[in-house]
Each structure stands twice: as C-alpha cells, then as structure tokens.
C-alpha cells in the first residue's frame, strides 16, 4: 500500500516500510512463514487469531447509522452559491456579489444569470437589461 500523505509505500500486512523501486520484494520476507501449501481457509483462521472477529464493531456501526448519527450534508441552496457553468463546482457568493470567480478553474460566471462572463467582468453588469451587479 501507499500513504496518501507522504508517499511511502508499507506492508498493509506488518506495516514494515517497503522499498519504492520494488514494493512486492518485501512480500517474500513477509509472508516467508505462509507455505505455498498452506489454504485460503488456515489464511482466514490467522486473520481472525491476529484481528478478531470484529461482529461487535459491525454491530456497532449497524446501530449508530440506524439512530441517524451517520447524517447527511446539508443541501445547498441557490441563495449561497451555483454551480460553476465551465466545471460545475460549486462557489459560495461573497456577500451580495453576484460576480464569481470559480476557485477550481479560475473562470468568471455570474451568479444571477449562472453565465459565464468571457470579456470584460464590468461590461455584464452595465446596460439597461444588464444582471444587478449585487442582489
């Protein structure tokens, strides 16, 4: 396996750190006491000897997520953001302001008319049928 923060790679089975340029030769130390004889059920007993059978922990979970511990988010509504009409991700306004710049591809949108602005960001908000430049 390999750590999504630093990088390493590291046996999931003892946790030893394994080398990057060849992650599967510390496989033939590690899982030296396993013989090619032994069966796929012998290699569930020894899980269950080293970890547990772990019902409880099912169980547990089972429950919280009945109670409605395990909720969902919030929905979000158009008066606290849109969807970004170039990626579709979602921007929260800033204030009243309908102008946005989407935090994940940098293009400017209203929120208003949820239209992308190509040009001038000033030019969208001026003229007479013209999106209110805060609402």
């Not at 590690?30 to 059978?53: T, V």
């Not at 169980?59 to 929905?75: D, I």
Request: net charge positive.
């Amino acid at each position: 396996m390999r750590c999504v923060h630093c990088g390493t790679h590291f046996c999931y089975r003892c946790g030893a750190r394994m080398p990057g340029d060849d992650p599967y030769s510390h496989f033939s130390l590690c899982l030296a006491g396993y013989d090619a004889a032994m069966n796929a059920d012998q290699m569930l007993q020894d899980l269950r000897n080293q970890f547990g059978r772990q019902e409880e922990l099912f169980a547990l979970f089972n429950a919280r997520v009945g109670e409605g511990t395990a909720t969902r988010a919030p929905k979000r509504t158009w008066e606290e953001g849109s969807p970004c009409p170039t990626c579709r991700q979602w921007n929260y306004r800033a204030g009243r302001a309908n102008h946005a710049r989407c935090h994940a591809c940098r293009s400017s949108y209203c929120h208003h008319c949820r239209q992308r602005i190509v040009g001038s960001v000033p030019s969208h908000y001026r003229g007479s049928d013209a999106c209110p430049q805060h609402s």
